[in-house]
């Protein structure tokens, strides 16, 4: 999960969109009237789970209202890697490789320390090679080394973690293929530039349909048999997150549309939200700046054992927090979680910039000295009182936690008992960089049950109204962890079983 949309806006996204290669238009304008027959289902967010239901429903038989509030459909999956988990698939029996959804499960349940939701993981990892074989049997590709254990997350026991060349565009062509026959029939039809912004209930409290809006203001209502809830996660929605995670959402990197609306949607016809508590930040970006949300400019991820760290890693006190050289993300996930503001700053000194390999992304050794002045988070001192001054960690702190260093560097016995450590923090002058959490999905959603029906507090669903991909939570089939694939393939599982065979259509 690494790429960035290097802080494009909602406007800007929207004008990129219109011009890009990637993406099919509306097949015509609002026009129904709550008169018109109901659809059979109506998707609202025409992304990673919706367009796989629209596709499964529509080749059911179905008549398919796709909604979208952007001028393309697609959603994360622009900006998205679209790294998927997926245990026994063709692939992976192609090279060899043994591996079981109870494999899957397993790690998924071990990697999130049990906080991930057994009901929806096993609903994801027991179909997650069928959806991925789906893919293959559409000609979606992955590089020559896949399946792998895992890159940027906790590794799973077997290799059974692939992308395609072009991340979540690879998924999306896909897409638009099977897509395409579905729209020329009318089967399926797409709405573009139009939100939802209201679910119709009657009496009973059953879920009718859903009010649009268009980008020039004309409202419409859809009636429909079914409403499934696709339009994605809320991280691109900072007060909706501080409100959701307690916790800031620092970085730009989240698709510009992901405004937590399918929340809202679902929770004002008696649905609840769960899953906040699994807020879990990524550790390691530079942002441009502190504002909230700023764009990342890099990454400091110095992982071992192929790059250890040579720096020291402390939070606003001047006090390091943990063992830089864990060879693990998420425990570096977690630490950072539990510091002030989810901060830090990596410290190293003249020599470390000299002798340790790229560590702030693949910058050289000049480009990080001219990041000083240049970039907000990164710091230059003669001193390491200066340093920490410059930098706004406590002086006296990080002069005794460097002094503590060096003496565990000299003796070999560091006090959080890391083994890497080549030289020293002694040379002038001393370099601090800001290190910030970011964030790519948002972790709370509305509560589902298992067949991914929208549901009350007291568990009884909302009649006709699903929901599937990000608008259920991250914290669904990864707890509090990440666990690599283990949202893209949720999200167009979920989608494609809800098309496929969850949804109830009396004339498909
Ligand atoms: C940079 C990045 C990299 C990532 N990499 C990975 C990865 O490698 N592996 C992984 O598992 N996960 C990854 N993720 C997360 C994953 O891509 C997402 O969780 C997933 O794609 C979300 O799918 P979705 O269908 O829920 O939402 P989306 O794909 O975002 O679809 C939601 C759609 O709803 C539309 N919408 C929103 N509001 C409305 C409204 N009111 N009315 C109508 N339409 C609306 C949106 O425009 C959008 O098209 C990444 C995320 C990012 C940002």
Known sequence: MAKSNRGISKRTFLSAAAGGAVGLAATGAAAATPKAKPWDLIVVGGGTAG??????????GARVLVIEAAAQVGGTLFLSSGQMSAAGTKLQKSKGITDTPQSHFDDVMRISKNTANPDIVRLAVFNAADTFDWLTDNGFTVGKDHPVTGTTHEPYSAARYAWGPQGGISILEVFEKLLKPLTDSAKVKLLTSTEAVELLKDASGAVTGVVTKDDAGMTAQHTARNVLLTAGGYASNSPMFAELEGAKDYSDVSYPYSQGAGIKLGVSVGGYVRGGEHHLPLFGGVMRDTGIPSPMIVTVRPWPPDNPPWGIYVNVDGKRFMKEDVASHDAHEQALRAQPE???????????LDKAPPFVGRWTKQ????????????FRADTIEGLATAAGVDAAGLKATVESYNQGQKTGKDQFGRAHMPVPILKAPFYAVRLQSWLLASFAGLAVDKDLRVIRQDGTPVPNLYAAGEVIGAGQTMGRSYCGGMLVTPAITFGRLLGQKMLKFKDA
């Open 367 to 378: 480009e990080v000295m001219e990041a000083v002045g240049n970039y907000e988070a990164f």
């Open 51 to 60: 367009l796989p239901a629209a596709i499964f429903a529509g080749q059911r």
């Open 342 to 352: 989810e901060r830090c700053w990596v410290v190293f000194d003249s020599e470390i």
